[in-house]
């Protein structure tokens, strides 16, 4: 049994499941577009997401601990260094026309963790982009919807119709969403200097927000051109359940309630999608 645990934890620490709900929204964008399974963008996402999260998550704590690093975390710097390989491997087998895109949604992530922002931007002496108060959960919504939507179309030269907007902003406000029961969890951990959404509105409204988010994501699913049974039930299906665990979230909540059932809310969807389609 602590063998399993430990397996679970490190598929959970070494940014694993966070992958794969990445990995599956862009599938879903496959799905919902009509666009042919792509291993090289779907891998190359995969892999970029392992890299770019624990780049983020364990950065500070390499750069202060590298000579007294717990085994788990050499382990963890090991494979992200896989994963960083691969991640070179199939962006070379990406369309050039993405390359610009990808760059400037890593350029992103590299300041996120990295202190290079003026002082007078930040609330404290962080200086980067994770620390720049209110900004947090909309850096992470912005690129994930770009990652998800843009990279799988631009790389298969699909025109950039309104319903690729659309998608974009769905995708925005449900990242959104599911951001806010780990700002929950963290309310009391957090510093106030963060000013994160809990912090400012209290978990009540948070949740009030979240729920006007969803509405959001399900309406704009009917302003698409093309949408189908198919694609209309999944969202559906999926505002529900990201709304009941939305609701659910408190700050006493379980360590893998927001680590793991909400981050495998976008697996559930492209399963449900792949059901129905």
Known sequence: MKVLKSIFNFYLNSSIHVALAVYAMTWITLVQFDLPYSKNVLYFIFFASISGYNFVKYFGLAKFH????????????????????????????????VWILIVVLGLITFLYAIPLIPKKYLFDDQQNLREVGGAKVYIIALVWSLVTVLIPVLNTYVEISADVFITVLQRFCFVIVLMLPFEIRDLKYDSLKLAT???????????IIGLLLLLVFLFLEFLKVKNDYSSIISTLIITLLTLMLLVLSSEK???????FLVEAIPIVWLLILLLFS
């Not at 717990?70 to 070179?88: C, D, E, P, R, T």
């Not at 909540?253 to 680590?259: E, H, I, L, T």
């Open 253 to 259: 909540q379980s360590k893998y309630y927001s680590a």
């Open 197 to 207: 959404i809990p912090q400012k509105i209290g978990t009540k409204k948070t949740k």
């Open 66 to 97: 590298h000579r007294s690093l717990a085994n788990w975390l050499k382990i963890i710097q090991v494979f992200s260094a896989i994963a960083f390989l691969l991640m070179g491997y199939y962006f070379f087998q990406l369309n050039s026309n």
